[in-house]
């Protein structure tokens, strides 16, 4: 009896079950506990598969506690992929990268294994000196000085003057950050090894405004305690260059965490636009400053400063003016 013709082909990411957030990348950060893990089952076959199973088997990473569930089907058509997503305890985990296990079985087949990969990342903020380190098995990066264009009371109001979004739940939409990278290990040549398949430093970057977006709302839903560690940090505020936007909720069982998911949206894709470029900062850094011969690249930095000419709204096309500057610090130093 051959195997069941179901994969997963891309890799598992992470979905914060409040505001149903994606984290990018498949990187799961243990700043919120309560994660989803989430993947795309795909058939393979050319044939429509019956009474399909599909369950996680294992995570390898003790302490990621996985809650236990079998996902049913009656039939999955040929060619067609179906999304699922088990809940699990973060609380524990170990940054680095995990292997998980996923198990199909259909009638007439054997059950099917498939291993992908995750990355568990440790966000953490520290209130004295008002950063962010976010923590992979290739280094630190300490995000600071972040400054935002805080809601202001009538930021979100509807043309009849009703406002979706109170200015306690956000959106906060960054608009400047420096980012330090630190290497684990230091390492010799012009560049040293990406952690993910993206820029690196623009992924955790984006995780920190992610969490720095929606860890104050989760906690006010679910309560401090199970939620949140102390990841929320503060923002110094900018004069805004827009005063007003219109968040579009769109429908829901429950509105508040449609508002809440818009507002992390709206932070998330505003330190996208700005941390973009045909070549990435850092790289581009490396290139134009390299070590000479015996000295290792113990850190970088890059300082980053934007303005929005146009409203942030989500689904909708916006620009950023961007300034920066990059800093290399190696052992000769």
């Known amino acids: 009896m051959s195997a069941t013709p179901m994969q997963v082909l891309a890799r598992p990411f992470a979905i914060e079950p409040v505001t149903n957030i994606m984290l990018p990348d498949g990187i799961f950060d243990n700043a919120l506990y309560n994660l989803r893990i989430a993947c795309q089952y795909t058939n393979l076959s050319s044939a429509e598969l019956t009474n399909v199973s599909l369950y996680l088997e294992s995570v390898g990473d003790p302490g990621i506690a996985s ?63 008002n950063t962010y380190t976010c923590t992979v098995e290739e280094g630190t990066l300490t995000v600071s000085n972040i400054s935002a264009i805080v809601q202001k009371p009538g930021w979100g109001r509807d043309r009849d003057g009703k406002c979706e979004c109170l200015p306690t739940t956000g959106p906060w939409v960054p608009t400047g950050m420096t980012l330090a990278w630190a290497s684990n290990p230091a390492f010799a040549g012009v560049h040293g090894d990406l952690p993910f398949s993206d820029p690196w430093w623009k992924i955790l970057a984006i995780i920190v405004a992610i969490l720095a977006a929606i860890v104050a709302i989760v906690a006010a839903v679910l309560g401090a305690g199970t939620v949140s560690f102390g990841a929320s940090g503060t923002f110094e505020e900018t004069d805004p260059s827009v005063t007003c936007c219109t968040p579009d909720v769109g429908a829901g069982p429950k509105k508040e ?77």
């Open 67 to 129: 809650v236990a569930r079998t996902f049913h089907f009656s039939s999955i058509p040929a060619g067609a992929a179906v999304q699922v997503m088990w809940d699990a305890d973060f609380k524990n985990a170990t940054p680095g990268k995990r292997l998980v296990s996923f198990l199909a079985k259909a009638d007439g087949f054997e059950s099917n294994r498939t291993i992908q990969q995750i990355f568990v990342s440790q966000t953490r903020f520290n209130s004295t000196t």
């Open 257 to 333: 965490f449609t508002v809440a998911g818009v507002a992390s949206a709206i932070a998330t894709v505003a330190a996208a636009v700005a941390l973009s470029d045909a070549a990435d900062p850092f790289w581009r850094g490396q290139e134009k400053t390299p070590p000479t011969a015996g000295e290792l690249t113990i850190g970088e930095k890059v300082v980053a400063k934007w303005s929005l000419p146009d409203p942030p709204n989500p689904g909708k096309p916006y620009t950023a003016v961007v300034n920066r500057v990059y800093v290399h610090v190696t052992s000769a130093v």
